[in-house]
């Protein structure tokens, strides 16, 4: 929608993961309080936030680049104001090293200091800020809700991580595993529902282990089952299960659940007990096998997708094999395949054996090769059946037609009128690929 002249564009860009992309709402939201409407129109912003993601080196790269992009604009219109969050500001020595780097920048915000926002922004009225806390400090209950009026919005359970998995920075950059209150959480979810949203994503470096900080004893099962009872809500997912903390009572009550989808996100990483170790990961290739059995007993039609990392520090060929062995065994949906890189600030970047660039690049493509023919034999089954889907917009790649998910997250494309867009609609599945379905609305 075109803005007045007068009015003041907000362009916000998350890099990362989604609980990025929550914080990135979450700014976008507290700019709104300053008079800011969301724009994607990066030419003509008055304010430009990058919320930044450290995990991997060459997205750290890419940010770079583009915060770089930007002095042309600051350039241009010297009113801009170009502010930096996330996780890449939140590593320890970053800030200084980013100041350097790019002095064009108004604002530096760290992962503990998003609330705040609204209090840099004016200062940046006056001068360059920078707040980055090396420990949260308030509570977390401040932060306002995300963009209003969404279909889908991601809702923080807990922030943080206890597990030091060796090849992983989040820790280090987002503190210890805090969870937020259950009421604050079920409130957040109930005005959410009020502006029209029906779908929400419960986020967490590791939902699993949610409530363990918390007095009395309530945990995830107990928070599912709180969710699933909200009045207007259709649909609720979460991300990330650990695999060591999905206890068979979550397992129930997934599978008892109206409104929780059949989607479990239960990264493996790796399939080798030796690699698993390596990475620190807490469970053994045995353990993960038997909370898939687990799943697929209780819950047969569940979607199971996960993450992996190929060419971990000492890997061998034989390590490499198991990992392909786990996959043929579990068939899931969907994996995301990656190639381990040195993530500095973690311990495997200092373990010896590191497998060569060409070995990792043959693998990663063997990988693939392996999940999309898996992906594609998944979906392939579902032709001639019918599922519900929750109707997002036009399709990106076909904009005359819909898009829209399944409760398993299978992505569906389908003709239809707009008119559908935000409901419930029945899909029979006549074709797939390794990543869509293609189908006919039944009614
Ligand atoms: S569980 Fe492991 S991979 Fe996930 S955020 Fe925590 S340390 Fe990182």
């Known amino acids: 929608m075109p803005t007045a002249k007068s009015e003041k564009k907000v362009v916000t860009l998350a890099y990362g993961c989604q609980m990025s992309e929550r914080d990135a709402d979450t700014l976008t939201e507290i700019s709104g309080q300053k008079g800011y409407i969301p724009s994607q129109d990066l030419e003509h912003a008055d304010l430009i936030i990058i919320n930044t993601c450290c995990v991997r080196e060459s997205a750290e790269n890419k940010i770079l680049g583009k915060i770089g992009e930007l002095k042309r604009l600051k350039a241009i219109n010297p009113q801009l104001k170009i502010a930096i969050s996330g996780c890449m500001v939140q590593q320890p020595g970053a800030l200084e090293r980013l100041r350097k780097r790019a002095p064009h920048v108004d604002i530096w915000a760290g992962t503990h200091n998003i609330h705040e926002f609204q209090r840099l922004l004016d200062e940046s009225d006056e001068r360059k800020v920078a707040e980055v806390w090396e420990k949260p400090k308030e509570t977390l209950e401040s932060v306002p809700l995300a963009e209003k009026g969404k279909l889908k919005a991601f809702v923080n359970i807990s922030y943080g991580c206890d597990n030091f998995c060796t090849y992983c920075i989040v820790p280090h950059v987002r ?47 107990d928070l599912l089952k709180n969710v699933d009872s909200i009045p207007g809500l259709w649909r609720v997912r979460f991300m990330t299960s650990h695999p060591k903390d999905l206890s068979d009572k979550l397992i129930e009550v997934i599978a008892a659940g109206q409104h929780l989808c059949e989607h479990i996100h239960l990264p493996c990483q790796a399939g080798s007990n030796d690699i698993l170790l390596r990475m620190n990961r807490k469970y053994t290739r045995e353990y993960y096998l038997s909370r898939i059995a687990e799943i697929k007993k209780q819950i047969p039609q569940a979607s199971i997708t996960t993450d992996i990392i190929v060419g971990f520090p000492g890997e061998t060929e034989e390590d490499f094999e198991q990992t392909l062995t786990l996959i043929r065994q579990v068939t899931y949906s969907q994996a995301f395949t990656f190639m381990y890189s040195k993530r500095s600030g973690t311990a495997a970047a200092q373990m010896e054996e590191q497998v060569p660039l060409d070995i990792k690049k043959r693998r990663l493509q063997q990988l693939i090769n392996l999940q999309n023919a898996q992906s594609l034999a998944w979906r392939q089954k579902m032709i001639g059946h019918t599922y519900e889907v929750l109707v997002e917009g036009p399709s990106k790649a076909n904009p005359d037609r819909l898009t829209g998910r399944t409760r398993g997250n299978e992505l569906v494309v389908f003709p239809g009128e707009s008119r559908l867009i935000g409901t419930l609609v029945q899909v029979i599945i006549q074709d797939a690929s390794s990543w869509t379905l293609y189908g006919e609305l039944t009614e």
């Not at 969870?179 to 470096?205: F, H, M, W, Y």
């Open 175 to 221: 503190g210890r595993e805090r969870s937020r209150q259950p009421q604050d959480i079920i409130e957040e979810i109930n005005a959410l529902v009020k502006t029209g949203c029906r779908e929400v994503t419960l986020l967490g470096q590791n939902v699993n282990s949610y409530g363990h900080d918390l007095q009395p004893p309530y945990d995830f099962a």
